[in-house]
T-cell receptor
Framework: GQQLNQSPQSMFIQEGEDVSMNCTSS?????WLWYKQDPGEGPVLLIA?????ELTSNGRLTAQFGITRKDSFLNISASIPSDVGIYFC?????????????FGTGTRLQVTL | DGGITQSPKYLFRKEGQNVTLSCEQN?????MYWYRQDPGQGLRLIYY???????QKGDIAEGYSVSREKKESFPLTVTSAQKNPTAFYLC???????????????FGPGTRLTVL
């Protein structure tokens, strides 16, 4: 099955810095989701996007649904140590039934003090 | 508390043995899913179920089996036919949020299976 391309694969940043990551696909999705996973735990849903061009925020997190419907972006402002983890994007087609999410390969974020 | 539980957290089995992983949810979600995660990789779909007594193969169903006898339960059996069963297994569920969209999936804490 397809996996989405996430960039960068990993990043080291200092506390207080802003972070940007993106996710690209060769095919169109009509839903984009962003998850965060801590080591040894299940992913936690951060933001869901449903319309091309949509910009949605959740606290310090902001995500955008790309106009082409083949990409999505996640920004984290003023990073803090608890932002450490792996961030996954996921795309889906709304079929009206149980959905098959296609996941990205993940961006590993490490925050230094 | 509403949520998804998976048990056990860690599971060890000998090669050639079947093993069943538990997944229970009390969110009243219709749809449930099983994913497999290997080190440094994203999640890959094994099986999913829209309603009780119905389930569909995902991208990597070979060597796995599931059942959905109750809405809140979706156990996964890793059979001896699965060539590389050692992995982190994640269960998820979702509901119809309107417009037929089930896309917002919520995950359990995972079970790490190691086959010796």
């Amino acid at each position: 099955g397809q996996q989405l391309n996430q960039s960068p694969q990993s990043m080291f940043i200092q506390e207080g810095e802003d972070v940007s990551m993106n996710c690209t696909s060769s095919s169109i999705f009509n839903t984009w989701l962003w998850y965060k996973q801590d080591p040894g735990e299940g992913p936690v849903l951060l933001i869901a996007l449903y319309k091309a061009g949509e910009l949605t925020s959740n606290g310090r997190l902001t995500a955008q649904f790309g106009i082409t419907r083949k990409d999505s972006f996640l920004n984290i402002s003023a990073s803090i140590p608890s932002d450490v983890g792996i961030y996954f994007c996921a795309g889906a087609i709304n079929t009206g039934t149980a959905s098959k999410l296609t996941f990205g390969t993940g961006t590993r974020l490490q925050v230094t003090l | 508390d509403g949520g998804i539980t998976q048990s056990p957290k860690y599971l060890f089995r000998k090669e050639g043995q079947n093993v069943t992983l538990s997944c229970e949810q009390n969110l009243n979600h219709d749809a449930m899913y099983w994913y497999r995660q290997d080190p440094g990789q994203g999640l890959r779909l094994i099986y999913y179920s829209q309603i009780v007594n119905d389930f569909q193969k995902g991208d990597i169903a070979e060597g796995y089996s599931v059942s959905r006898e109750k809405k809140e339960s979706f156990p996964l059996t890793v059979t001896s036919a699965q060539k590389n069963p050692t992995a982190f297994y994640l269960c998820a569920s979702s509901r119809n949020r309107g417009g037929g969209s089930y896309n917002e999936q919520f995950f359990g804490p995972g079970t790490r299976l190691t086959v010796l």
